[in-house]
């Protein structure tokens, strides 16, 4: 079975420092991953994949993850924060689960803070 | 703007009455699903459509009742619901075949509250 570990349920920066979100993941196979970032009251927004090409991964809104097998990690950054930035962000792994079907594990979630 | 339409965006019923969450989306994909949201929570599976076929039901309470009438569209029949149904419904879509990485696509949601 997979699994998603996000450390830390609450990070809080300063607009125009460092974003760091951890991920870690459980897979027996080769895994799909995947941030996704949920505004106030709205839907899930994809951030960015890691689909077994580039292991550094770009995504929108300045955010990038680099996936390390080594260390079974994706975590997401982005080098200067801004206030539009404050959400609650999900990293995910997918999971073939029967057939054709894949199947998503989601973390626990990380609620970015941004301050002035 | 999200290609996964949902209605309504907020629906308040009571415990005895009966009413629909719906979706649509136009991107071609063949898996449709519904996830349920409690605050501060992430997203829980409970249903997935493939090829209008339900093939995943995450032992959903009878209450709910999904339906899938063409590849386009997807429905959650709610009845006799409980306060503790009260969450935000979300729809998404997604790929199947080959190119499927498991990426899925979310509207915006239906809030659901429940008196």
């Known amino acids: 079975a997979q699994s998603v570990t996000q450390l830390g349920s609450h990070v809080s920066v300063s607009e125009g420092a460092l974003v760091l979100l951890r991920c870690n993941y459980s897979s027996s196979v080769p895994p799909y991953l995947f941030w996704y970032v949920q505004y106030p009251n709205q839907g899930l927004q994809l951030l960015l994949k890691?689909?077994?090409?580039?292991?550094l991964v770009k995504g929108i809104n300045g955010f990038e993850a680099e996936f390390k097998k080594s260390e079974t990690s994706f975590h997401l950054t982005k080098p200067s924060a801004h206030m539009s930035d404050a959400a609650e962000y999900f990293c995910?792994?997918?999971?073939?689960?029967?057939?054709?079907?894949?199947?998503?594990?989601f973390g626990k979630g990380t609620l970015l803070t941004v301050n002035p | 703007d999200t290609e996964v339409t949902q209605t309504p965006k907020h629906l308040v019923m009571g415990m005895t009455n009966k009413k629909s969450l719906k979706c649509e989306q136009h991107?071609?994909?063949?898996?449709m699903y519904w996830y349920k949201q409690k605050a501060k929570k992430p997203p829980e599976l409970m249903f997935v459509y493939s090829y209008e076929k339900l093939s995943i039901n995450e032992s959903v309470p009878s209450r709910f009742s999904p339906e899938c009438p063409n590849s386009s569209l997807l429905n959650l029949h709610l009845h006799a619901l409980q306060p503790e149904d009260s969450a935000l419904y979300l729809c998404?879509?997604?790929?199947?075949?080959?190119?499927?990485?498991?990426?899925?696509?979310f509207g915006e949601g239906s809030r659901l509250t429940v008196l």
């Open positions: 995910a792994v997918s999971d073939r689960s029967g057939g054709s079907n894949y199947k998503l594990t």
């Open positions: 991107m071609g994909h063949r898996a």
């Open positions: 890691y689909t077994s090409a580039a292991t």
């Open positions: 998404a879509s997604s790929r199947l075949g080959v190119t499927n990485t498991g990426e899925l696509f």
